[in-house]
């Protein structure tokens, strides 16, 4: 299996780091240009500043390349960042100027919606199919899932409010997987590449 991580801004190393044990290192591709992504079997959108990688993903060719493959049903997991380029909605954030989506997510998100970078945070999250064992939440300036359409399905909880959704191959979390020193999202999400293979 051949794994790439958007690898233009953002929390790039935490994920290579995180996928390291997880699969070979020779099997990773950091992505930066458009042909980064032929033969990927799947693809992880980091966390990291919206606007700034949907302006890089432009400028490199990658947006264009990227959104055929979505289309074709290319398994993506997108965390912060990537969830709200991933979303098919996006609700007027405060900061204004919100970025163009891929909208193959059937979700409406909110940008920062959890707060400012002081009042980034943890706690426990249930994610389906790990278990009853939580999973350690990371939300730093985190988007909030507004409404989940029918063409979604949660996938995760922060108690009652849904922080994790799954469209198909395609998964977008609230949360951060890569920061918390646990690969299950990571092993979780690539098992169920595997399957749809």
Not at 47 to 57: A, K, M, Q, V, Y
Request: with cysteine; proline share 8%; aromatic share 6%.
């Amino acid at each position: 299996m051949k794994v790439g991580v958007l690898a233009l801004q953002g929390d790039v190393p935490e994920h290579l780091r995180a996928l390291g044990g997880v699969v070979p290192e020779r099997s990773l591709v950091p992505v930066r240009r458009a042909k980064d992504l032929d033969d990927l079997d799947a693809l992880f959108l980091p966390g990291g500043e919206t606007t700034t990688i949907s302006r890089l993903l432009a400028e490199s060719g990658v947006w264009t390349a990227l959104a055929h493959r979505l289309a074709e049903g290319f398994p993506v997991l997108g965390t912060c960042a990537g969830l709200i380029l991933l979303a098919r909605d996006l609700a007027p954030s405060v900061a204004g100027q919100d970025p163009p989506t891929f909208g193959v997510l059937d979700v409406r998100v909110r940008r920062n919606d959890y707060g400012s970078q002081r009042e980034s945070f943890e706690a426990p999250v249930l994610v389906d199919g790990l278990g009853s064992r939580t999973f350690p939440g990371v939300f730093i300036r985190a988007p909030r899932i507004l409404g989940v359409g029918a063409d979604a399905q949660p996938i995760a909880w922060l108690g009652e409010e849904i922080v994790g959704v799954r469209s198909g191959p395609v998964w977008g979390l609230a949360f951060h997987p890569e920061l918390a020193g646990d690969p299950r999202v990571h092993r979780a999400f690539l098992r169920a590449t595997v399957k749809r293979r």
